[in-house]
């Protein structure tokens, strides 16, 4: 039996209709997701988000899950980043110090050791699905930071690693917000 044109443009007419949601979701762009990340939590900072993301290779053809994963990749990168500037003496322990000064120098280092290991593990529980325990995870990295900042203060120390601390502290908010976006 023949089918009948109109009834192909039916058929047709029907797969497009049930794709129609497809396309949106092959189109989801780096700015898609950071705006979509925004509009759940309004902390997000999407032009940092884009250019963080804009950054790395491979985020342009990823979905909101690798974006997930690239944001806490990312994360890694920034506490790993802070340590070798510490440890390399890029950045010194502030000046008049002292003890106090090269002991919380210690402790930021300790403590941005910490916050690529939180992400580290975020990463580990996006990669088994386990949003929740990757949010909380994430959720670890501002206490991690201002640890690092609050010591410093105490040393009588204006906070050398202000970048360092924003910048991790915005990636755990983005990792967040768009592990939220994930079912």
């Known amino acids: 039996m023949k089918a009948s044109s109109s009834a192909i443009a039916v058929a047709v007419l029907v797969v497009v209709a049930a794709c129609s ?4 979701v092959a189109e989801a762009t780096i700015e ?3 705006g979509a990340a925004a509009r759940g939590d309004r902390r997000v900072d999407v032009r940092f988000c884009a250019w963080q993301f804009a950054a790395y290779h491979g985020a342009a053809e990823a979905d909101a899950w690798g ?4 944001a806490a990749l990312v994360g890694v ?3 790993d980043d802070a340590v070798y500037d510490i440890e390399s003496g890029k950045i010194r322990p502030p000046r008049g110090g002292g ?3 090269k002991a919380a120098m210690d402790a930021c280092s300790r403590a941005y050791d910490a916050v690529g290991m939180a992400f580290a593990e975020a990463s580990d529980e996006l990669g088994a699905r386990r949003y929740a325990a990757a949010r909380q995870q994430m959720a670890r990295v501002a206490a991690l930071a201002q640890r690092c900042d609050g010591g410093l203060a105490k040393a009588g120390a ?3 690693l202000p970048r ?4 991790c502290q915005k990636m755990a908010i983005i990792g967040i917000a ?3 976006l994930l079912k």
């Open 21 to 24: 949601g497809c396309a949106r």
């Open 32 to 34: 898609s997701t950071c």
């Open 67 to 70: 974006l997930a994963k690239i």
């Open 77 to 79: 990168n920034l506490g």
């Open 99 to 101: 003890a106090r000064g």
């Open 158 to 160: 204006k906070a050398p």
């Open 164 to 167: 360092y601390s924003a910048d």
């Open 178 to 180: 768009i592990t939220g």
